[in-house]
């Protein structure tokens, strides 16, 4: 079945320094794919998205390029602040599906 | 519009009470999700709903929840009898679901429950 798998947290960074998480997903078709932010006390939010291969989403200086040869939609930040400090969770969807399959969550926690 | 309203934030029950939970998606929106969130067990999946029909319901952790959804305005996730195991956060969630590209949910602020 469709399932997603994303690195293990925490993670712990100084402020301004590169982000990577890694997330990879196992589906049929094509899927979306999303990544959604999570701080503390709050819901889950939509951070960014692609729809098809290839696709760059982006926002708030995030980034995650969905790649179908890897089956990959890692996130980056070139630059973290610490307002940044959240569990980011990556998550897909099939085409045509209602429903939405998440990873476990990774905390990030931004020093300053 | 306001978005998925949850309700209540916070519940502190005693063991063996029923819990009744509630969530109202956004207008227009065909998908309703239940999830729980835990420490130890992450995000989890309890049910969702297509068009106010349980789809899949394999989440439930047992006979003790139940989940309704009369209409499109509305749902419940209700557990009866608590116990101290399901405290956790339930977050309700709701998409538009389209055949063409896959699901983006927006979830409510959940309801932080305690079963002492």
């Known amino acids: 079945g469709d399932s997603v798998t994303q690195m293990e947290g925490p993670v712990t960074l100084s402020e301004e320094a590169f982000l990577t998480i890694n997330c990879t997903y196992t589906a049929t078709g094509y899927p979306s794919l999303f990544w959604y932010v999570q701080y503390p006390g709050e819901g889950l939010q939509l951070l960014l998205k692609a729809t098809k291969a290839d696709d760059k989403g982006s926002n708030k200086g995030f980034e995650a390029t969905y790649r179908k040869e890897t089956t990959s939609f890692h996130l980056e930040k070139g630059s973290v602040q610490v307002s940044d400090s959240a569990v980011y969770f990556c998550?897909?969807?099939?085409?045509?599906?209602?429903?939405?399959?998440f990873g476990t969550g990774t905390r990030l926690t931004v020093i300053p | 519009d306001a978005g998925v309203i949850q309700s209540p934030r916070h519940e502190v029950t005693e063991m063996g009470q029923e819990v009744t939970l509630r969530c109202k998606p956004i207008s227009g929106h065909n998908s309703l999700f239940w999830y729980r969130q835990t420490m130890m067990r992450g995000l989890e999946l309890l049910i969702y709903f297509n068009n106010n029909v349980p789809i899949d319901d394999s989440g439930m952790p047992e006979d003790r929840f139940s989940a309704k959804m009369p209409n499109a305005s509305f749902s419940t996730l209700k557990i009866q009898p608590s116990e101290p195991r399901d405290s956790a956060v339930y977050f309700c969630?709701?998409?538009?679901?389209?055949?063409?590209?896959?699901?983006?949910?927006?979830f409510g602020q959940g309801t932080r429950l305690t079963v002492v």
């Open positions: 998550a897909l969807s099939g085409t045509g599906a209602n429903n939405l399959f």
């Open positions: 969630a709701s998409s538009l679901t389209r055949a063409s590209f896959g699901t983006e949910a927006f």
